[in-house]
């Protein structure tokens, strides 16, 4: 089976930077999208950025310019460097995997984290 395993989050001070990780294990033979969404206050759950196989990339209008998402094929990772980050960072961060080819594919078609706290505070 397909697990993700997120990390990385934390406390920071406005303006601050983080760097998360999501790494995927299993009988993985590819991943066409990795991307990171997240859940504030609000409760309803956003894009902040996904990354294709072959590097290209999207973000939401709100983190342009500040956030940066890579990823290493090689090792079924996906990071998101997170920098100056606001007040309006604060959330749940989830890793998110879809087009994934394995052994066992999950019928739903994607894969989700459990998720990752950031605590934007000074």
């Known amino acids: 089976q397909v697990q993700l395993a997120e990390s990385g989050g934390g406390l920071v001070q406005p303006g601050g930077s983080l760097r998360l990780s999501c790494a995927a294990s299993?009988?993985?033979?590819?991943?066409?999208?990795m991307g990171w969404y997240r859940q504030g206050p609000e409760k309803s759950r956003d894009l902040v950025a996904t990354?294709?196989?072959?590097?290209?990339?999207t973000y939401a209008d709100s983190v342009k310019g500040r956030f940066t998402i890579s990823r290493d094929n090689a090792q079924n990772t996906v990071y998101l460097q997170m920098d100056r980050v606001t007040p309006e960072e604060p959330a749940v961060y989830y890793c998110t995997l879809d087009g994934v080819v394995a052994l066992r594919p999950d019928p739903r078609g994607a894969y989700w984290g459990r998720g990752t706290q950031v605590t934007v505070s000074s």
């Open positions: 990354i294709t196989s072959d590097g290209t990339t």
């Open positions: 299993g009988p993985i033979y590819s991943i066409n999208v």
